[in-house]
């Protein structure tokens, strides 16, 4: 679970500011579970600088609950959660820092999509979240309010998620959150898994992915590898701690990414047979496959540059030739052309997709 935030303040000396609005979305790593927002009453004026960036002013705090009325709300909300924010830094300790005035150790692990997106979205002209969210086509609105830029917080750490091919942030979420909460029985994790289409992840007591499984059932075929009594599925039943889940969308992106991430992750009990390739060339140098995504309205996509695999990934955007810049910043980059090249290419001989875009050269 991650409880993301944003704060705005009062503005003043290190260590002194106060919250005037508070937002946490609880994101389960696919969809927002539960939500907090409030405005804060933080008890000291807003510099005026502050009141021209985010629109709030010392009028509209006067009746606002002030943070000692809001601090149980925010325990529950973020319990078992890593916090995550676009600088965490900032957020978490003004968070601290209130807590700090009440008398109470406000504890909880922290992820940073600054820094993430430094390491898994590369050359990008500014990290900021308004600049960073508009070279992604992600959209934003009330900028410098609370509410609007934790929801495109969301959609960033979302597609953050989907680009962290070593499955890093996942794992290292898991080892946090064994720290603070007891082992659970693997039956209960199996009840939380969906009956949908994609690939599953069983992680041992260190987080590392030690199987990776996929399906157009994920639930049964998990439900499946625990019931098996072979050597290697006991091995697996005995090791397994922890179950995460990526749904696919469609049949070609669920194959694409087992293959890719048997490569990038290479989990101990998966049989690792080389597969055949396929050298020859697409029929079009460069073209977009488009097939269905995981959500209503979201499109899978997969950009072919120069008969070359760029890369694949999940976008709302309708395709337009001058959002392919745009396109290929939300795409992740694929390392393994050759192999990626080849399920494509295969896939593409025996299946029909959405639609293919042939793009100008």
Do not use: W
């Amino acid at each position: 679970m991650y409880a993301i935030l944003d704060i705005e303040t009062t503005g003043g000396k290190f260590n002194e500011e106060g919250i005037t609005e508070i937002a946490i979305y609880k994101f389960d790593g696919h969809k927002i579970i539960d939500q907090f927002i409030s405005l804060v009453n933080p008890e000291k004026p807003i510099q005026e600088f502050v009141v021209k960036l985010t629109g709030i002013n010392n009028k509209m705090l006067r009746n606002a609950p002030k943070f000692y009325e809001i601090a149980k709300r925010i325990i529950e909300i973020t319990s078992d959660c890593v916090l995550v924010a676009h600088n965490t830094a900032f957020d978490y300790r003004i968070l601290s820092t209130e807590f700090d005035r009440l008398g109470y150790d406000f504890n909880r692990n922290t992820v940073c999509t600054v820094e993430l997106s430094q390491k898994l979205i590369l050359d990008q002209p500014s990290y900021s979240l308004g600049k960073l969210t508009r070279s992604l086509g992600i959209p934003i609105t009330d900028r410098h309010r609370a509410s609007g830029d934790a929801l495109a917080t969301v959609q960033l750490f979302k597609l953050l998620l989907e680009k962290d091919l070593q499955k890093t942030i996942i794992q290292n979420s898991i080892k946090y959150f064994d720290r603070r909460q007891q082992k659970q029985k693997l039956r209960t994790l199996i009840d939380e898994i969906p009956p949908e289409q994609g690939l599953f992840y069983i992680h041992d007591t260190e987080g590392k992915v030690i199987f990776l499984g996929r399906g157009k059932n994920i639930k049964s075929e998990i439900n499946r590898l625990f019931l098996k009594s072979t050597k290697r599925a006991i091995k697996i039943q005995d090791r397994a701690h922890s179950i995460t889940y990526d749904k696919s969308g469609n049949e070609l992106f669920m194959t694409l990414k087992y293959y890719l991430e048997l490569e990038s992750l290479s989990p101990k009990f998966n049989f690792r047979k080389k597969k055949k390739l396929n050298y020859s060339n697409f029929n079009n140098d460069d073209f977009l496959i488009i097939d269905k995504g995981r959500e209503v309205e979201e499109n899978a996509v997969i950009l072919i540059e120069q008969n070359e695999v760029f890369g694949y990934g999940y976008t709302n955007l309708g395709y337009q030739e001058d959002k392919l810049d745009i396109l290929k910043a939300v795409l992740t980059p694929i390392e393994y052309k050759d192999l990626s090249k080849s399920i494509i290419k295969n896939y593409l001989n025996r299946n029909k997709v959405q639609k293919i875009v042939r793009l100008e050269s």
